[in-house]
């Protein structure tokens, strides 16, 4: 079975924010409890505008994110954000992989943690590839303050990636972005990359299974 991985931007009317973070808490906390086929679901937003939502979904196949869709917590918010949600942008993406620690993440409340989406489109991906996966595993295995690093490629457009990554701080962060494995990385996928652009986020609902 495929998973299913998604990215949402969702524009947020202010004016339900409330209504929207508690209704997003339940969802979310619901999934993690009641749906085994739900794998992640990380929530955050844009630090200087919280109309700005990105949220990053994780489903087993398609029947667990049809048990999703059609469970009450989910049906919920779909109600609220028929009034909430002014713009909707959806990416779906093809896995390519999937890191994180063995303990599960349930962060529902502000937090220190840092977070980064990245889009990258080369020139090869199976070159790029090649490069990128192994500096991943080697940032997880050898990294405590590394917890999340997912990585996929646009079904649309294959040789545009995406990269999540969930880091412990940005003290974390920065010794991350320090480490040999990191600066390999940079310098052997420099001719393969045609554009990037690196996204900081603000975490309000980080929640996986580990």
Do not use: C
């Amino acid at each position: 079975m495929t998973e299913i991985f998604r990215l949402f931007r969702l524009g947020l009317d202010l004016s339900y924010e409330t209504d929207f973070n508690q209704i997003g808490y339940n969802n979310f906390t619901q999934s993690m409890e009641l749906e085994p086929g739900t794998l992640a679901m990380y929530g955050s937003h844009v630090p200087s505008d919280k109309s700005q939502q990105v949220v990053l979904e994780r489903y087993a196949s398609d029947e667990a994110y049809q048990k999703h869709v059609d469970s009450p917590h989910f049906k919920a918010f779909a109600g609220l954000a028929q009034k909430a949600i002014t713009s909707r942008e959806v990416v779906t993406l093809k896995p390519e992989i999937f890191l994180q620690k063995p303990t599960a993440l349930r962060v529902l409340e502000p937090n220190d943690f840092s977070v980064r989406l990245a889009r990258v489109t080369v020139s090869d991906s199976q070159a790029f590839a090649a490069i990128v996966l192994p500096e991943m595993q080697a940032s997880m295995d050898k990294e405590s303050g590394v917890l999340v690093m997912y990585a996929g490629r646009d079904i649309e457009n294959p040789n545009t990636w995406y990269f999540f990554e969930v880091y412990e701080d940005e003290a974390a962060y920065e010794a991350h972005r320090g480490t040999s494995h990191f600066k390999d990385y940079i310098a052997k996928s420099s001719n393969l990359v045609l554009d990037k652009t690196l996204q900081v986020l603000t975490g309000d609902m980080l929640v996986n299974r580990g």
